[in-house]
């Protein structure tokens, strides 16, 4: 029973994930292209703590692709797997770690995220210049991964894992 919580639980945060992507992809936060609230990267973050490591990353990729499809634009598709790699590499080594709270694993995650993008930016169009965009990209990254830290953390708080997946049934 505890594997179909598990799995239902990851199928509802892929669905929040795929709501709020689609949200976001409506809302013009900044004049400057990749700038977004990454409100989704907070259920990432949820998935991270409650589900574990190789969880969270059949959901970056889940999300990822079906995002991508879902607003038309497959060229989305690399550049959102090659960030979401690099941030959740990062969130993973992070989370576990003495002293680090959601909202720290959630700023690293911003900043990563956006470092991985604009690397596969750099190789696909053969541009170095593109690395002093991430001066630009690294603090909003930071700004916005604070903003998602808070709400995964304010999500954990309020909805134990304990709740969703250990509760004994009565069958």
Do not use: C, D
Not at 66 to 86: D, H, K, R, T
Not at 101 to 130: D, E, K
Not at 134 to 163: C, D, E, Q
Request: overall charge positive; glycine content about 10%; charged content about 10%.
């Amino acid at each position: 029973m505890i594997k179909t919580r598990r799995l239902a639980l990851a199928a509802v945060l892929i669905s929040i994930m795929l709501v709020l992507g689609y949200l976001e992809s409506m809302l013009p936060v900044s004049p400057v292209p990749g700038i977004k609230l990454g409100l989704a990267n907070s259920a990432l973050i949820v998935s991270l703590y409650w589900l574990g490591i190789p969880v969270s990353f059949q959901i970056m990729l889940i999300k990822n692709v079906l995002l991508g499809l879902l607003l038309g634009n497959p060229m989305l598709i690399p550049y959102s797997i090659a960030g979401g790699i690099l941030s959740l590499t990062v969130m993973s080594i992070l989370y576990k770690r003495r002293g680090v709270s959601p909202i720290g694993v959630s700023i690293a995650g911003g900043v990563t995220h956006n470092i991985g993008q604009v690397l596969l930016a750099m190789i696909i169009l053969s541009t170095p210049s593109l690395v002093f965009y991430l001066g630009l990209l690294m603090p909003a990254g930071a700004a916005m991964g604070f903003i998602t830290g808070m709400i995964a953390k304010t999500l954990m708080r309020h909805f134990p894992p304990s709740r969703y997946l250990n509760r004994p049934t009565n069958q």
